[in-house]
């Protein structure tokens, strides 16, 4: 990457919902043109121009690009040595930039949770990428770093505890209120489009591999939980966790970049617990009906929104609205890791966040990495990797520091 570039980081997409937070986080917290350099950057000058004047005063620099338009990804990409994107649907806008930042030799990270988006950027780009010193790092935000560093951080401790890493890792998330915003909707609506039309794509969506590298596509896991089921180790009942779909995969592809430093044999899983008892498996089974509900029909456009966790709303937000400052600072989660060690013994972790964990938590951990890419000493590794991989101990850090996150031990 080039030192002596005009920006440390660029946020692209900077006048939708989450561009939007990204820029205001970076605005209060590290100023203008101080310690980081970072700018603005959208389609649409005068919509960037309002959004800057509304959560960044008027100095932040702005950057004019289209996703149709290679030209202008190119010289953008020239100007940073770091791009954050949030635009998206990926599989729809994102292709054409990922491909500028590696000819540009210019690092990314995105919030794509779109498993056929990242699928397809790492045919395309991981070589080129890993050749030439770039990162492409997509899922930056709660999809999927409590994941990928909650069990980057849980094999760091079983290693100090035993000496060994643990062999199974299940995550259950314990508490997790926040709203979707219309762009996440319309990501999932795509992927959903995309798969409905070309069946031979739901291999990748549900093989638990399918975005570890060619030819290592295999291990224990099966497919994620798509049912009610009672966890003992958890002493609780479970249902499907939307998110797992795309964290369980980024968590593996983690594993198998560091050439599977915790044994071929190791298992990871993800779902949402509830409670022990009869309104344990009541709230479980109702939960899961609402998100079946969500992931087979769309729900109508018409009706208030307002219900937690992952229950679909009545009414699904467009393109550019999300859960308002309220909503977005009552937020919160908290997800357990329910650790097997070589031992025998169990040990359970934990990774919180203060914010809702769509919107206010993920624009503080996608400004978080850009920096983080931009500034820290990271591992040598490159191509398209995952947060841990690319970042590591100095995302940990930061994580824990700046944007909310904690990791601890809890038995
Ligand atoms: N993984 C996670 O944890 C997580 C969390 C939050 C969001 N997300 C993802 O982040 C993405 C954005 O979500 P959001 O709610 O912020 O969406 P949004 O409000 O709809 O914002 C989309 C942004 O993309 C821009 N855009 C659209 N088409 C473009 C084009 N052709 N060229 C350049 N820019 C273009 C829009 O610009 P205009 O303003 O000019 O229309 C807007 O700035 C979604 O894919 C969502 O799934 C992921």
Not at 367 to 376: F, P, Q, T, V
Request: aromatic letters at 8%; a neutral charge; glycine letters at 10%.
């Amino acid at each position: 990457m080039n030192p002596s570039r005009e920006f440390d980081l660029i946020i692209w997409g900077a006048s939708g919902f989450t561009g939007r937070l990204v820029a205001e986080y970076l605005y209060h917290n590290y100023g203008v043109n101080q310690e980081v350099k970072w700018a603005m950057a959208g389609r649409n000058k005068e919509k960037l121009e309002q959004v800057r004047t509304e959560v960044a005063g008027n100095e932040v620099p702005l950057v004019l690009a289209d996703s149709h338009d290679a030209a202008s990804l190119s010289a953008m990409a020239q100007r940073t040595k770091v791009i954050c994107t949030t635009v998206g649907p990926y599989g729809l806008y994102g292709a054409e930039l990922v491909k500028a930042c590696v000819e540009q030799n210019t690092h990314y990270c995105d919030l794509a949770g779109e498993v056929l988006f990242i699928r397809d950027t790492i045919d395309k780009h991981h070589e080129a990428a890993q050749a030439n010193g770039t990162k492409i790092v997509n899922c930056c935000g709660f999809d999927s770093i409590p994941s990928d560093l909650g069990v980057y951080y849980t094999q760091k401790v079983a290693r100090e505890k035993t000496g060994s890493p643990a062999q199974q890792i299940d995550l259950r998330v314990k508490a997790f209120v926040g709203k979707l915003s219309g762009g996440t909707y319309a990501s999932l609506k795509d992927t959903m489009a995309k798969a409905a039309q070309d069946k031979s794509l739901y291999g990748t969506l549900i093989n638990p591999y399918s975005l570890n590298p060619q030819g290592e596509q295999e291990g224990p896991d099966q497919r994620d939980l798509n049912t009610v089921a009672y966890d003992k180790k958890a002493k609780a009942w479970m249902y499907p966790f939307i998110m797992a779909g795309i964290n369980t995969k980024i968590v593996r592809r983690s594993h198998a970049l560091a050439a599977f430093p915790y044994g071929k044999d190791f298992g990871y899983s993800e779902a949402v617990m509830t409670s022990d008892g009869d309104e344990g498996q009541a709230k479980a089974m109702k939960e899961a009906m609402a998100l079946a509900a969500l992931m087979g029909k769309a729900p109508k456009q018409e009706k208030s929104t307002g219900d937690k966790g992952q229950n679909p709303a009545r009414r699904m937000p467009k393109p550019g609205e999300g859960p308002n400052k309220e909503e977005r600072d009552a937020g919160y989660y908290d997800m357990r890791l329910y650790t097997t060690l070589r031992d025998g013994n169990m040990m359970v972790t934990k990774v919180t966040g203060d914010r809702d964990p769509g919107y206010g938590s993920t624009s503080k951990m996608l400004a978080e990495c850009g920096i983080c890419l931009a500034k820290d000493e990271t591992p040598q590794q490159f191509g398209v990797i995952t947060p841990s991989i690319a970042m590591g101990d100095a995302l940990l850090d930061r994580l824990e520091k700046n944007a909310g996150l904690t990791f601890s031990v809890v038995e």
